[in-house]
């Protein structure tokens, strides 16, 4: 099952390599574009057939309430995706996590805080086609995981260790109750920024929803507390598809419920079959030459976001990662989106 795991995250890079050099249903009346991200009541259990590589937040603890005199330093941590496994393989296709530290004044003891993925990028990026199921089945969590200690060697080697500002205990015990909050009702990750073209003033059809925007949710909580953040670049890595007006669908029932459209089922998962776990190199290197022709050659990509179905009419140049720069904040931000 590792092998396989590997080879789907092997094969989501391989599209995008490659990227670099039916049907639709009727047009929905959601005209709001970035679709807004669904936030739920509260986070459900996870199903037992979804089994992670890596277990999530081993070491994760409570996040500890401060003394209102705590002087807290912040620290901007980032690093290639899977540093631990490939050094930093990923790093030279800008493919970088986001966390951020902490460091108490008072304890002198400091602390890691990150938001990713419960089963790995690949489960979260692409289902699994079950037997019996009609359905496509998703083990598609991610959440926020606090533990004590930084590594510095992790963060440094290949990425960022910084201090970017310093805040008080009070203003860290408020954002330890917003994290509580977010982690409890933001709770599928979302891999795919899709806008309509590479363009800065580009119509973005869908935002993703993983670690840097965590992060950028949460220095936007501090600067709302008052903190105040130096003058230094940040960067954050978005994997980015590129189409025409999306096309809703419509949700698992609509869609392949005893209802459902048979003929939209059977394609979209027909669209998802060659994104399967692979476990020979023969396999794998077939099922990409599949994705090829569909998503560039056939100009069709089958998006699930907010537990409902899209179509993108895919256009040139189809999926690029980049790279850019968000700045810090600089104040507090009257609305607080994702």
């Not at 005209?31 to 996870?46: E, H, I, M, Q």
């Not at 501090?222 to 890595?237: C, E, H, P, R, S």
Request: net charge neutral; hydrophobic share 40%.
């Amino acid at each position: 099952m590792g092998a396989a795991r590997c080879c789907r995250l092997l094969l989501l890079l391989a599209a995008a390599v490659w990227s670099l050099c039916f049907p639709a249903g009727s047009r929905s009346p959601q005209r709001r574009w970035p679709v807004p991200y669904r936030r739920f009541d509260y986070r459900p259990k996870t199903d037992p057939y979804c089994q992670a590589r890596y277990t999530f937040c081993p070491t994760g603890s409570a996040i500890p309430i401060m003394k209102e005199e705590d002087v807290i330093e912040v620290y901007r941590l980032q690093a290639p995706v899977w540093e631990f496994k490939y050094g930093d393989l990923l790093g030279h296709l800008k493919i970088m996590h986001d966390a951020v530290g902490f460091k108490s004044s008072l304890t002198g003891k400091n602390y890691t805080m990150e938001w990713y993925e419960l089963f790995q990028l690949g489960n979260c990026t692409f289902p699994h086609l079950r037997p019996g199921m009609e359905a496509p089945f998703w083990c598609n969590q991610g959440a926020a995981c606090f533990y004590e200690g930084i590594d510095d060697a992790h963060w440094k080697e290949n990425g960022t260790l910084v201090l970017v500002t310093t805040i008080s205990g009070t203003m860290f015990n408020e954002m330890a109750k917003w994290v509580r909050h977010d982690n409890e009702t933001g709770i599928y990750y979302e891999t795919w920024t899709v806008q309509a073209s590479p363009d800065k003033q580009s119509v973005v059809w869908f935002d993703s929803y993983e670690c840097s925007k965590f992060i950028l949710r949460t220095y936007q909580k501090l600067a709302d507390l008052g903190a105040v953040f130096k003058k230094i670049q940040t960067n954050y890595t978005s994997i980015i598809l590129f189409s025409g007006e999306p096309v809703y669908l419509g949700n698992e029932t609509s869609i392949f419920g005893p209802v459902g459209n048979k003929t939209l089922a059977a394609a979209i998962r027909d669209f998802y079959y060659p994104f399967k776990p692979h476990r020979t190199v023969r396999e794998f290197f077939v099922d990409l030459l599949k994705i090829i022709d569909r998503v560039i050659l056939s100009h069709q990509f089958y998006l699930f976001y907010n537990l409902e179905y899209w179509f993108l009419p895919m256009k040139f140049p189809y999926l690029k990662i980049i790279y850019e720069e968000v700045p810090l904040p600089t104040g507090i931000k009257t609305s607080f989106d994702v």
